[in-house]
């Protein structure tokens, strides 16, 4: 069984320091590893992917992938109110077989 | 902008009905998947395809079938609808090999 573990939150974080979400996954097999956001009544918008162990930034996101440890998590710098939404992790092990998610951990960014 | 599109955003069935859900990409994508989300539970693997005419079960495929006819077009089927089926449900397609998906806006369903 594939398992994706996140925790649920709320995680609250005051505006301008950085958020730091985190992932844990079960099968070591798996391949790539994205991380999602969703707002409340809306669908997942994918924000990063990683494939390799290091780091891997986008703008003001990070994402830190260690495969020997089974982890995954996603840095958010300067943090705005905007960013206030839930945050998928979601693994592959590789192929067309599903994505399997996490729960999702709940970011709330306090002005 | 590419597209994932859902025919419905709210949809009311009664218990016992035959419901269908369609999903359409105009992305060229091969794979195509169908989750539902549950409050606490998460994202739910119903159903996946990755090729016209074929289909694989997820992780709950019970209660539902799928249709894939042409490449840009997976339908979800609820052959006799109950009320443990209310719930939001989301079609994501991608490219085929090993790419994040791009999902559709996602339809919640009321089974009454």
């Known amino acids: 069984q594939k398992e994706v573990e996140q925790n649920s939150g709320p995680l609250s974080v005051p505006e301008g320091a950085i958020a730091s979400l985190n992932c844990t996954y079960s099968?070591?097999?798996?391949?790539?590893f994205f991380w999602y956001r969703q707002y409340s009544g809306k669908s997942p918008e994918l924000i990063m992917s990683?494939?390799?162990?290091g780091d891997k930034e986008d703008g003001r996101f990070t994402a830190q992938l260690n495969k020997a440890s089974q982890y995954v998590s996603l840095l958010i710098r300067d943090s705005q109110p905007s960013d206030s939404a839930t945050y998928l992790c979601?693994?592959?092990?590789?192929?067309?077989?599903?994505?399997?998610f996490g729960k999702g951990t709940h970011l709330i960014i306090q002005p | 902008d590419v597209k994932v599109t859902q025919s419905s955003r709210y949809l009311v069935k009664r218990t016992g009905e035959k419901v269908f859900l369609e999903c359409v990409q105009d992305?060229?994508?091969?794979?195509m998947f169908w989750y539902r989300q549950d409050p606490g539970l998460g994202l739910r693997l119903i159903y996946f395809?990755?090729?016209?005419?074929?289909?694989e079960k997820g992780d709950i495929p019970e209660g539902y079938s799928v249709s894939r006819e042409k490449k840009e077009r997976f339908s979800l089927i609820l052959e006799s609808a109950s009320t443990n089926q209310t719930s939001m449900y989301l079609c994501?397609?991608?490219?085929?090999?090993?790419?994040?998906?791009?999902f559709g806006s996602g339809t919640r369903l009321t089974v009454v």
């Open positions: 994501a397609s991608s490219f085929k090999g090993d790419y994040g998906y791009t």
């Open positions: 099968d070591r097999v798996s391949q790539s």
């Open positions: 990683i494939y390799s162990n």
């Open positions: 979601a693994v592959n092990r590789g192929g067309a077989d599903g994505l399997t």
């Open positions: 992305m060229d994508h091969e794979n």
């Open positions: 395809s990755y090729d016209v005419k074929m289909k």
